[in-house]
């Protein structure tokens, strides 16, 4: 592990303090100061924040306010201008077997030769290797996890042939092939059938209920405290974090849309009192 | 033509041309699949100016010099696309279209202004090669395909893009998995733990190094054709990598043979009297393969489309 990456936590330790006083030993993840630039604007600026085990989290704001790329940031898929992350208090980079990432549906491209039950193998590309076989147990945990999704009558179709929603639950099989502690997930519900939502909060759930940890970037406010534990409004920068009985707020909101949410619509969300 | 008449003439370059169609349509695509096909393009443009570079350097028609300066010029370009890329704010494609037209013009600049008029490299051979001229005068009959002295005399061509073809196919096996996967999916790919940017990289890397070995032998125009036409045909046979990879080799293979013994035979048939740039007509074979996958293949409907 490289301690050097990691002042917070090696101070905390020195001082002989539980290393959790640090808030990233205890964190399924966190992330420090974090600035993100494409161009001249950041994309994402100097954002702080973590998620504890076990909980069901959203990161919640308008388009552009930098939700996926703070994901991906974390993930070091796009390169951090600065700040790090940490998943259960190592480097996110050093911690590939316990995350599991779904990237947004739109982000591969479906006519991609190939078949649902060879994408959700590639979650088995770790165990699997360059070079091992394919066995009957691999093929029985992808089929498991498609099963799982409702998915199981599709495995040898061609991608191309699913609807957006089923593409987005072959996505989720695949990352549930990689039995992880850490899901992370861009957009789940973006364009996807009722049934869809329906199934997939299902497994999201359950997977919180084995006591794993789930973040989700998600835009529709009005599920938001039906859907998760926490939340994190981010707007570039982060506007608040905690449980949604307390941040999920009007006022919090208001400070995360500016004008662009319309009273009425506060008002048809179930918002926590303050 | 007598078996004796047909390995003394036929066999080099048809299986040059065979192996050289190969090694371009494996790395071909993957390129296609990443939307980079005008990488092959590129590539097999700019080694113009790297072996006139290598023959100036050198003052002589050898081999490894100018091997040398081709890879050198397509590793400058592959730099120079990315840097015009991200410096210019434009698409990859328009980016590779500026610095290979360049690179190449460059080229045919450096040719006219050096002392290279007397040896056969020049623009000409540049676009077709030189498939018919690649004889094996050794080749007296199948006997001496056992024959170590005559085996010796094959043209210098075929031992290199033999060892070229079968590194990438070898290749291509190993890493077909991280290959496969940061293809479809680059940024799960990195989750994952697998160097994306290396493999990018390494497949124009690999790209590069079919395109300069096979340019020497068949020339850019077979070099292009190959780097597009037999995946694309394949990917209208098959919904599956594993098999449209196979069907690229094929049409390939096929595109070579075909088209050799056509230039060869087709105007003879035709009543013409002489024969035709083989690599021409390899080219042309391979477009005429991917309009009749185009017409016929099974796949041809765009797969997003449910019926």
Known sequence: MAQTDLPNIVLAAN????????????????????????????AVFSVDASFGEGRLAAIVGPNGAGKSTLLKAALGIVPRLSGHATAFGIPVEHAADRIAYVPQRASVDWEFPTRVIDVVLMGLYRQLGLLGRVRTKHLDTARSCLARVGMEDFADRQIGQLSGGQQQRVFLARALAQDADLYLLDEPFAGVDAATEKAIIDV????????????????????????????????VRKIAEGPVAQVF?????????GGRLATVHIDQLRLAAG | MSGAEFIQISL?????????????????????????????????HVVLPGIVVGFLVSGAVS?????????????VAVVLIETVRRVGRIES??????????????????????????????????????LESLIWLDGTGWA??????????????????????????????????PLKLST????YARTVGLPTSLIGFTLVVVAAIAAVAAFDAVGSIIVIAMFICPPAAARLMTDRLERQVLWSVVFAALSAVSGYVLAGYGPLWLGGEHAISAAGMIAVTAGVIMALACLFGPHRKASGQRS
């Open chain 1, 249 to 257: 707020t009007a006022d919090n909101l208001q400070k995360t849309y």
């Open chain 2, 12 to 44: 080099a370059p048809l299986v040059i041309g065979v192996l050289s169609a190969i090694a371009c349509a494996l790395p071909g695509n993957f390129l296609i699949l990443r939307r980079q096909a005008l990488i092959g393009d590129a590539i097999s």
């Open chain 2, 93 to 130: 494609g328009a980016a590779m279209g500026v610095v290979f037209t360049s690179m190449f013009a460059f080229g045919v600049l450096l040719l006219e202004q050096s002392d290279t008029s007397g040896v056969h490299l020049d623009v000409e051979h540049a676009l077709y090669g030189n």
């Open chain 2, 144 to 177: 001496a395909l056992l024959d170590p002295a005559a085996l010796a005399g094959l043209p210098a061509e075929l031992p290199r893009i033999a060892f070229v073809a079968a590194a990438i196919a070898l290749l291509t096996l190993v890493f077909w998995r």
């Open chain 1, 15 to 42: 001082d002989g303090q539980p290393v959790r006083d640090a808030g990233l030993a205890d964190s399924a993840l966190a992330v420090r100061e974090m600035t993100v630039s494409y161009g001249q604007k950041p």
């Open chain 2, 63 to 75: 081999t490894w010099p100018m091997m040398i300066g081709a890879a050198g010029a397509a590793i």
């Open chain 1, 204 to 235: 999201l759930k359950a997977l919180r209920d084995e006591q794993r940890t789930v973040v989700c970037v998600h835009h529709d406010l009005t599920t938001v405290a039906d859907y998760f534990d926490d939340v994190l409004l981010l707007n």
């Open chain 2, 184 to 187: 479809f999916d680059e940024g």
